[in-house]
């Protein structure tokens, strides 16, 4: 049974009364919710569904009456938090609605509550939205008894770039401190010091009066890539004895043995890091005491405008509201969706918005001048026509190769797919703007393509244990991370990761690691741990990114839950990838998981959208694409959002682009391919267009247009160019591209093959290992400097034992450089349990550029020296 | 009431009624000798009543920091949408008004205001008042109506140094709205010359 369905068991109810009216709720309902059953509101601060019961605030009190032994009901002697307080039988409950007494105590409370608040409501961004106002003119009393000077604090201190904290505001419910420990997992707010001068803060010395070798915060700005020399030194040699004792190849880490310190455990700007959540401490905080340095003073809530919105960061796809002022979005919160995300988002999801309002948005079509070579700002219908009669040559004279990108909707995506077939006559389409590999393709047609909603959230959370399998939940899916974390707290979940080292969110999860070299996972999935992991029957095993550098990794997943009943499901890291699939943008697929080789499937296609027929020829991969069109044998390149840096070879992508003679960009902002391109058509970001997300789950994640705009959405202009071009798509209209797939329906036919066997890559001496951090240096960041402070500081990590073969002597800390024939980088060294001979970099973080620099990914060989040092290793 | 009953014993008849016809005359003949109230206006201006709703002002502080914090109490209270506020940080380089907010764009359209003055009520630091003054309401265009925050800004008086400038050294902003400012002291406005940088000497003194 999974928790989707409805559960047949019958709860227990009890009965009780409130404010005169009788209500059965199910045991252990606690009073204020019975009490919002009926509609009644008890106002409350510290209270949240989705948070432990604390009672802090009191501010709930109501009185209760509850039958003795001889079934006498007697009324407590005191009025009752209603929030810690849970129904029982017979119960007789008064609110505020009916009992003076209620009423009373609740006035005091509000009293006591503002006896230190500033009242300060005009220069506080809360204010028009703050609980605190509303309950005070609902519930308190329109004066106070209060005369003396009140307690006051500076005002705000900063906890991270982005978090600010006005003290005087708190009126200590701890929310924020709950979230941080019972949701995220990141105690980086705390109550401290007592009585009046109770206080939320960072352990900070100046508050505390303590002394750390803490380096002072320096804000540094996203241009300061490279380490200095100074950060160089900080660290601590810890590192060395606590890595030496984990030097087993899988073991189980406490939440509380975090295995690095120094540079690993600082964010941008210096401090220790905060959480990748702590932008809802923000939206949860029933006061202004929290607030976000990108949002602070912005706007009012009467003068934004709300719209419902699906983040278009990773696959999760989390409900968001998205607030706007004047055609420009000022915030996005986290939605309520209890299927998704819950109540909560990631911070990435919240503040990172801003990059499609950049100096370099594209708001015109240009069309390069074949006089002088510049792009010229031209009209539509010239740029349409320029770019068709461009394409169409190209095609006549060897084709042209499609790269939509993995950030599409699924009307895009498939207007890219429609596109390609019926315009280019070609396959040869592939969204994989990514490291990729046949093998993940034949998977992708073979177990993902057409499958709908597999495995879900609530699933997810119910399973008994998961499997992440190349998969850093909390850096690559944040809110599959906090599903997780919930139920391994609540329920028990035992969740096991294949990965070189334990990351820190693997550490919050409590999980076990079955240690393994990059590109070894094929056979980490085939050994007793992994199917141990997985064998209570409910288990999930959840296949991440890194996979698609493994050679066999994604056949022996199948093998795996084939031998052990657990569900499979694939976590890409854009939200527009599942889409893509789905949609059709892959050279061996067409939409709804119809293979391109099954001829029934062809025109099936082909009768649905009234051409002739479909190219039976599977088509190109991206880097065949890439090959062929730098090898000059791929005359045209239509490009969606892809930005050559996440390619496996940036190099060879941009020979690609140099070479191809026709190349059209479709771009939101001035990138790397427009810069190459022979007609840019600019396209609407997200805010700007409505659409559909299809997140991991294979779930359809609508939103509407939040902003007026005239701005086009890339399924919009494809369909102008193939009208231009003398193809008909169809697909005017927001709705159409979805409209059209949901028609064709899902193939029931036969499936792609599974994925063959590859032979395991031989292990070479030092092999690189990498992955993308929640927050770094990617274009969706762009233009948010308060939210780069708070990304992890970009650190090398090696075994100890391979530091101590790089020469570095035990208990000093240095910087290492990591090469190969490309390039190199060089990063500050943070000394983790892993497997010797492994070297790990973020993928794209300040300062580590790896597919830009060094044109690797997992498992390539690397070459590792000291900073300043002679070559070592292999 | 009494116009009724005026009329019921009209038409009830009576010898009154016979001048009915001209009574209406006898009003205007009446007036005539009243005094008159028609201004001669523009020729002669006549002051307004002393509470007279005109046009708006942003008062400042006696340093000459504005008193506006930018909170938008006003453009929410006002029932014709005629004001739109955005508030902004100050700074350590750039303070326009004591405490952590200032608004960095205050406009008021004169086209939409009624004068109806709920804005100056919501106003919690008596930033926003309204002055006598009217005859600037008038004006053929649209932008010319929109009225920035540079025409509604109050004047600057004695002792006074327009913002940005620092905080009187020593103050909070507790002590600017208890009234402990009286003016501007010689630090700010060494501060002012210092950016201003024609001045060397102040400059030195800055350092
Ligand atoms: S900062 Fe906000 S959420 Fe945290 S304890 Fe204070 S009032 Fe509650
Ligand atoms: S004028 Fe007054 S009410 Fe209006 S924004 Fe400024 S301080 Fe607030
Ligand atoms: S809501 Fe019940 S004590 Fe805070």
Known sequence: ?874 | MADREQNDSDSSGGWLSAFAPIAGFGVTFATMFTKVVTEEYPEQKVPTAPRFHGRHQLNRHPDGLEKCVGCELCAWACPADAIYVEGADNTEEERFSPGERYGRVYQINYLRCILCGLCIEACPTRALTMTNEYEQLKGPTRAGLIFEKQDLLAPMLGGMIPAPHPMVPGTTEQDYYQGKVTQAVPEQQEWVDARTGDDEPAQEAHR
């Open chain 1, 1 to 874: 049974m999974t928790v989707t369905e409805p559960s047949k068991t019958p709860v227990d109810l009890v009965t009780l009364t409130i404010d005169g009216i009788e209500v059965s709720v199910p045991k252990g309902t606690l009073l204020i919710r019975a009490a919002e059953e009926l509609g009644i509101a008890i106002p409350r601060f510290c209270d949240h569904p989705l948070l432990a019961p604390a009672g802090a605030c009191r501010q709930c009190l109501v009185e209760v009456a509850m039958p003795d032994r001889e079934g006498n009901v007697r009324p407590m002697p005191k009025p009752q938090a209603s929030c810690t307080m849970t129904a029982s039988p017979g119960m007789v409950v008064k609110t505020q609605l009916t009992s003076p007494v209620s009423e009373k105590a609740q006035r005091g409370v509000m009293e006591l509550l503002l006896i230190n608040h500033p009242l300060d409501c005009p220069v506080c961004d809360k204010g028009g939205e703050c609980p605190l106002q509303n309950q005070a003119m609902a519930n308190g009393q329109g004066s106070s008894r209060f005369t003396e000077v009140k307690r006051t604090f500076p005002k705000p201190i900063r906890i991270s770039t982005q978090v600010l904290l006005d003290r005087e505001r708190c009126i200590l419910c701890q929310r924020c401190t709950r979230f941080s420990k019972e949701i995220a997992g990141d105690p980086f707010i705390d109550l401290q010091m007592r009585g009046a001068k109770q206080q939320i803060g960072t352990f900070s010395p100046g508050v505390l009066n303590f002394h750390v070798d803490l380096p002072d915060p320096v804000v540094r700005t996203s241009e300061e890539l490279e380490p200095t020399p100074q950060s160089l030194q900080q660290g601590s040699s810890e590192d060395e004895s606590r890595g030496a004792s984990h030097e087993h190849a899988t073991g189980t880490y406490a939440a509380d043995n975090l295995t690095t310190t120094g540079q690993a455990l600082l964010d941008e700007s210096g401090q220790p890091f905060a959480s990748y959540f702590s932008g809802n401490t923000i939206q949860i905080c029933p006061v202004g005491a929290l607030t976000g340095a990108a949002y602070r003073f912005r706007a009012r809530p009467f003068d934004l405008v709300s719209t419902k919105g699906v983040c278009e960061h990773c696959s999760s796809g989390c409900a968001l509201r998205v607030d706007h002022r004047r055609g420009k979005v000022t915030r996005r919160l986290a939605a309520d969706d209890p299927a998704v995300n819950e109540e909560w988002n990631c911070d990435k999801g919240r503040w990172a918005f801003n990059w499609a309002t950049g100096a370099d948005r594209l708001t015109h079509p240009l069309v390069r001048d074949p006089e002088t070579g510049e792009l010229e700002p031209v009209s539509w219908p010239y740029a349409l026509q320029v770019a068709a009669a461009g394409l169409l040559k190209a095609r006549d004279a060897g084709g042209v190769g499609v790269l939509p990108g993995g950030r599409l909707t699924v009307e895009d995506a498939y207007a890219y797919a429609k596109f390609a077939r019926v315009v280019l006559r070609t396959n040869d389409i592939d969204f994989r703007a990514r490291a990729h590999s046949a093998e993940e393709e034949a998977f992708l047609g073979h177990a993902v393509a057409g499958t709908g909603l597999g495995v879900t959230f609530a699933e997810l959370e119910a399973a008994p244990a998961v499997l992440l399998a190349g998969l850093e939940a909390e850096e690559e899916a944040a809110s599959i991370f906090l599903r997780l974390r919930k139920s391994v707290l609540n329920k028990g979940k035992k969740v096991t990761s294949i990965a070189p080292w334990a990351s820190r969110g693997l550490i919050k999860l409590s999980g076990t690691l079955i240690q393994t070299v990059p590109g070894q996972e094929a056979a980490a999935l085939g050994t007793p741990e992994a199917a141990a992991a997985v064998s209570t029957p409910g288990s999930v095993i959840l296949l991440g990114p890194r996979l698609t550098e493994s050679s066999g990794a994604y056949q022996a997943a199948l093998a795996l839950a084939a031998a052990t009943g657990a569900k499979l499901a694939w976590v890409p890291r854009r939200a527009g990838e599942r889409g893509a699939v789905e949609a059709g943008a892959l050279p061996s697929l067409l939409p709804g998981g119809r293979p391109v080789s099954d001829a029934a499937a062809r025109v099936d296609i082909a009768a649905a959208w009234d051409v002739d027929s479909l190219p039976a020829q599977p088509g190109r991969d991206t880097a065949r694409i890439i090959d062929d069109a730098s090898a000059g044998l791929l005359p045209g390149l239509l490009v969606g959002g892809v930005d050559p840096d996440d390619l496996p070879d940036p190099a060879a992508a941009r020979a690609a682009l140099e070479t191809a003679s026709f190349v059209v960009s479709l771009e939101v902002r001035a990138s790397t391919v427009s810069a190459y391109a022979d007609v840019v058509l600019p396209v609407a970001p997200p805010a700007e267009k409505g659409g559909t997300f299809l997140n991991w789950e294979g779930r359809w994640r609508e939103f509407p247009q939040a902003l007026t705009s005239e701005a086009l959405s890339d399924g919009e202009v494809l369909d102008s160019l193939a009208s231009e071009a003398g193809e008909g798509l169809g697909l005017r209209g927001e709705k159409a591209g979805s409209a059209e797939l949901a028609q064709l329906g899902r193939w029931e036919g036969a499936r792609t093959e599974r994925p063959e066997a590859h032979t395991l890559a031989p292990a070479s001496a030092t092999v690189l290992s990498t992955w993308s951090m929640l927050l770094d240096k990617g274009r969706l960041q762009d233009g948010e400097p308060y939210l780069a402070g708070t990304a992890h500081r970009a650190v090398a990590r090696v075994s100890p034992a391979t530091a101590t073969g790089l020469g570095l002597a035990a208990g000093v800390t240095g910087s290492v450089t990591v090469s190969n024939d490309r390039g190199e980088i060089t990063l500050p060294l943070a000394i983790t349990p892993m497997p010797d001979g492994v070297v790990w970099l973020p993928s794209n973080s300040p300062g580590s550029p790896v597919r830009a620099r060094l044109a690797a990914g997992n498992g390539d060989p690397v070459v590792l020296r000291l900073a300043g040092d002679a070559l070592m290793g292999a």
